[in-house]
């Protein structure tokens, strides 16, 4: 089992093993997302396959990143395994986290297992 964490400014916005990665974005559970660091805005935007997106400006450490973060509160049918996730943008960092040690995963482990043994 891997570990996913997104972290900003020094502070780890979310953390989880049940992310999906769908082709370069990785969504969380909101469950596992530190929503206290975040504030909803009124940025909409439309993709005719996931459907609508709400975004979310990231506040802490005395900065902020507007727009961010984004959720598809109520995606299409075609995508309803994305409700209730969020996902992030630009200046967020996902890794993969060792979940014995807490050390990140370099990335070439991540994409050649026979290398991790």
């Known amino acids: 089992m891997t570990i996913t964490r997104a972290t900003w400014n020094g502070i780890v916005v979310a953390e989880s093993d049940d992310v999906i990665d769908l082709q370069t974005i990785t969504y ?8 206290e660091y975040f504030v909803k805005t009124d940025k909409t935007t ?3 396959q996931k459907g609508t997106a709400s975004w979310y400006t990231i506040h802490g450490n005395g900065k902020q990143s507007k727009n961010t973060a984004w959720s598809y509160e109520k995606p299409t049918w075609a995508f309803k395994v994305l409700e209730n996730r969020v ?3 630009g200046t967020v960092k996902i890794t993969k986290v060792d979940p014995k040690t807490g050390n990140n995963i370099p990335w070439w482990k991540q994409i050649l297992p026979i290398a991790s043994k």
Do not use: G
Request: proline share 7%; with cysteine.
């Open 46 to 48: 439309r993709c005719s």
């Open 28 to 35: 969380f559970p909101r469950e596992s997302v530190n929503m």
């Open 87 to 89: 996902a992030f943008f």
